[in-house]
């Protein structure tokens, strides 16, 4: 079976740290995707793992533990604009499919 | 623009009517997708293509929905006879077929209201 879970509301301060983590179990793996998704518009890509460790992309980091199945996401120097949803999910790839697998998203709020 | 582009962008139904939406995925890309998102909800996969051919379909996917990519390059959705339960947003999201790494774009998506 397929199974994302992740924290559904989060809230924090503007220029703050805020981990949001991701724990998965599924049928296969072939990487696990970050996405941001603010009300109304498309999910817009913010980083991949499909190797253990952090991967750091300016402001945003993820990390990957295949082992422990799970992921998380840190945003550093919180901004206003960093309200979102974010999205965990994992490419579940075989000869017939390619396909994302997400879970519920996180809706972040950031404060003043 | 170069991004994926869906129309139309808004739709509203009557309960029973058929609708159709359209994608026009990123030229080149061969892998096409389609989700449906609900409020407060994930994106939930519908089906996939590669090219023309459609290589997977979701087993949520009741016989009321058909998707098709002639050719290989846009797509169509259709849903007939359309339910209140078909209420989303409807997305379609694009990529690149190489090794390795391979980000799905995204389109605005579709948002059918089923009155």
């Known amino acids: 079976g397929q199974n994302i879970d992740q924290p559904t509301e989060m809230t924090a301060t503007e220029g703050a740290i805020v981990q949001i983590n991701c724990t998965y179990q599924t049928s296969g793996f072939n990487g696990l995707f970050w996405y941001q998704q603010h009300a109304g518009e498309a999910p817009t890509f913010l980083s991949y793992n499909v190797l253990d460790g952090l991967e750091e992309k300016g402001r945003f980091s993820s990390f990957l533990s295949r082992s422990k199945g799970y992921s998380y996401l840190l945003l550093k120097e919180l901004q206003m604009k960093d309200s979102a949803s974010y999205l965990c999910a994992v490419r579940s790839l075989s000869y017939n499919t390619d396909k994302l697998i997400f879970g519920t998203g996180t809706r972040l709020q950031v404060f003043p | 623009d170069t991004g994926v582009s869906q129309d139309p962008r808004h739709k509203i139904t009557k309960r029973g009517q058929n609708v159709t939406f359209r994608c026009d995925p990123i030229?080149?890309?061969?892998?096409l997708y389609w989700y449906r998102q609900t409020l407060g909800q994930g994106p939930e996969f519908l089906t996939y293509f590669q090219n023309e051919a459609q290589l997977e379909k979701s087993r949520l996917l009741s016989d009321r929905f058909s998707a098709e990519r002639p050719k290989g390059s846009f797509s169509t959705l259709e849903i007939q006879r359309t339910e209140q339960g078909d209420s989303a947003m409807y997305l379609c999201?694009?990529?690149?077929?190489?090794?390795?790494?391979?980000?799905?774009?995204f389109g605005q998506g579709t948002r059918l209201t089923v009155v």
């Open positions: 999201a694009s990529s690149p077929r190489r090794r390795g790494f391979t980000e799905a774009f």
């Open positions: 030229s080149e890309h061969n892998r």
